[in-house]
């Protein structure tokens, strides 16, 4: 049976609009078992032994818009391990929500708990390619392990499958904590992560328009790179390239091959070792260019060469941690780096900065639902839905009661 049917258990997952400066339209919400206790509580999802586990692998996490289930979501299951000790379990999924509102909370709803589901097709409407709009050129989460994974185990979320390869340098780059998922630490000792050439994001600068990314720094040095490419024939550096000095400044820039570049510096010290979301609309001017570092715009205290007519080099391959196999590593922490092919509205990247830095009061999971879904036998339309709103994780005390209702061509009756 198609989703929902037979589907057993579901958790409300709710964005509040006081956190929406505006209305926002296909947005990729992620989480991980970070964000709620409910996770990882006994009797929840990643409790394997326990009364409403997901399955391994998440193969019977599905979303929708509704508590009903009938309007699916696209989702991207990046991590699903469960544990006897349900604290050591692991979740982290990504789902395109298709509206976001600025003046009312919304609510999506997370369904598991069908015993033999696999995950819709990568490509499938609802599968791990359609969990990020069309907007975006590569999506790398970096929740493998880069010291075992071999080429391409950096897996790009995205259809355009950038996948990266974990470069050695004197060290191998490290799986860290971040706060939402996991990210690699880089000792900038030369490890990197090479990304291959990004040829579909065109060939002039106006091609690729938003950076984005969690990255943490606590060693100074001078200028390094935290997303780069390699060089090309006549030596410039080519496309983004972001990284610190040793006050702690933060610098963007891009240089084509014909010696164009923009150069946006702001002395914000951001070499405390805190986690950072740094997002970067990138203009055909300084001027039009926008840095924003935990969803502030940050000044811009340096701008050189302010014109961007040149065209760029995008076949040149794209690395994570350093702009060409060992040169300018820095000893840094990435995670979550998002490249996309539009300029974000300002209501996009604040949203982004504050899921992904799980800012306090951004999001919010309700209990957990024992749901019945089945066909009614006299009538292929309709489904029975019995809902036990007190077999939840953390309502065991609370008075026994059952909510049944029939869903008829989506008309509900009592």
């Known amino acids: 049976m198609a989703f929902p049917v037979e589907w057993l258990h579901r958790i409300p997952v709710t964005i509040a609009a006081s956190h929406i400066t505006a209305t926002l339209t296909n947005f990729t919400l992620v989480f991980d078992q970070q964000y709620t206790a409910t996770l990882t509580a006994v009797d929840g999802p990643l409790d394997a032994d326990g009364a409403r ?75 791990q390619y359609n969990a990020y709009d069309a907007n975006h050129r590569a999506v790398w989460p970096l929740t493998e392990d880069p010291t075992t994974g071999g080429a391409g185990a950096m897996t790009d979320r995205t259809s355009n499958q950038h996948n990266g390869t974990s470069l050695e340098g004197t060290t191998w780059p490290q799986t860290s904590d971040a706060p939402m998922g996991r990210g690699v630490d880089f000792a900038g000792d030369g490890g990197c992560i090479k990304c291959g050439t990004l040829g579909d994001f065109g060939s002039s600068v106006a091609d690729q ?66 986690w950072r979301h740094v997002s970067i609309n990138v203009g055909a001017t300084a001027a039009a260019s926008v840095i924003k570092i935990d969803a502030a715009t940050v000044a811009k205290t340096a701008v050189v060469d302010t014109s961007i007519t040149g065209a760029t080099d995008l076949e040149n391959e794209w690395f994570l941690g350093a702009n060409a196999v060992a040169t300018a590593t820095l000893a840094q922490s990435l995670a979550e780096v998002r490249l996309e092919k539009v300029a974000r509205t300002d209501a996009w990247r604040v949203a982004a900065a504050k899921n992904l830095l799980n800012t306090s009061g951004f999001m919010s999971f309700g209990s957990i639902e024992n749901v019945s879904i089945s066909v009614d ?14 077999a939840t994780a953390s309502s065991s005390d609370e008075a026994a009661g059952l909510l049944s209702i029939s869903l008829i061509r989506g008309i509900v009756r009592p």
């Open 209 to 274: 328009q938003h950076f984005s990314f969690l990255w943490k720094c606590a060693a100074a040095t001078s200028v390094k790179r935290v997303i780069g490419s390699a060089t090309n024939a006549d030596g410039t550096v080519v496309n983004i390239t972001t990284g610190r000095n040793n006050s702690g400044d933060f610098e963007a820039q891009v240089k084509g091959s014909s010696g164009q570049k923009l150069f946006v510096t702001d002395a914000g010290g951001y070499n405390s070792g805190a």
């Open 53 to 127: 586990p997901m399955l391994n692998g998440g193969g019977d996490i599905r979303f929708s818009s509704d508590e009903a289930g009938d309007t699916q979501l696209a989702c991207d299951v990046r991590a699903a391990v469960t544990d006897n000790t349900p604290a050591n379990g692991r979740l982290e999924v990504a789902v395109k929500v298709p509206s976001i509102s600025s003046s009312v909370d919304t609510t999506v709803y997370m369904w598991w708990g069908k015993t033999g589901e696999s995950q819709p097709a990568v490509d499938g409407t609802f599968g």
């Open 377 to 390: 036998a006299g009538n292929a339309d309709t489904l029975s839905d019995v809902i036990d709103p007190t």
